[in-house]
């Protein structure tokens, strides 16, 4: 039996790798059971995932990570902490040894990343190597996980895209698309490097 978890799922999770047991986590989280899903209320800029460690074979956010902030002061208690790093900290806790993470995210240059004035992390095609080996640049800022990238890419979104080895007239698509400048968002799959058996 797989668990997947999708983050900022709105009322619809997506279940990219097909799992058995499919859950969300939204900050407007209501009854989702037509939907044959569990959907859970959390705003995971300031809160954790409320899941145990270990708990998920995968875990996805579609659109999602471009929302959470990279700084948050707080000026009363002259305080600031890392909300993205901090997302990625639990992501890679409620992550099974070798679990997968599946993410896609509008991404520098495109306009896409900063069109939406609710978009306050930008990511870019060197922003994963703060979270994956060799480099786990996010130490310094307490990311203390390890995923390895599977693949990292740029594409195109449309109605679906998961993670599948397309057909070769959607690979052409994709190259004439990366040639005239429309892949608009990063793709990253990565897996969770931690001990222990997959369960």
Known sequence: MNRHLDLGCG????NPYHASELY?????????????????????AIE???????????????????HVPRVALDFSAKTSSFPFIQLMN?????L?????????????????????PTHVNIITSK???YFTAPHLLGKMYGFNGTFKVIRQQWIHPRAEYEPQS???????RNLGERLVGEQSHLLWEFSAVKPGPRA
């Open 48 to 66: 954790p995932i409320p899941f145990p460690d270990n708990h998920f074979d995968s875990v996805s956010a579609y659109d999602f990570f471009e």
């Open 90 to 94: 639990e992501i890679w806790r409620v």
């Open 127 to 129: 922003t994963h190597r």
């Open 166 to 172: 397309p057909p070769i007239l959607h690979r052409l």
């Open 11 to 14: 009322l619809a999770p997506k």
């Open 96 to 116: 099974k040894p070798d679990g997968l993470m599946y993410a896609v995210t509008p991404a520098f240059p495109n306009e896409k990343a900063l069109r939406d």
């Open 24 to 44: 969300g986590i939204d900050i407007r989280a209501r009854d989702a059971s037509t939907v044959n899903a569990t959907v859970v209320g959390a705003n995971l």
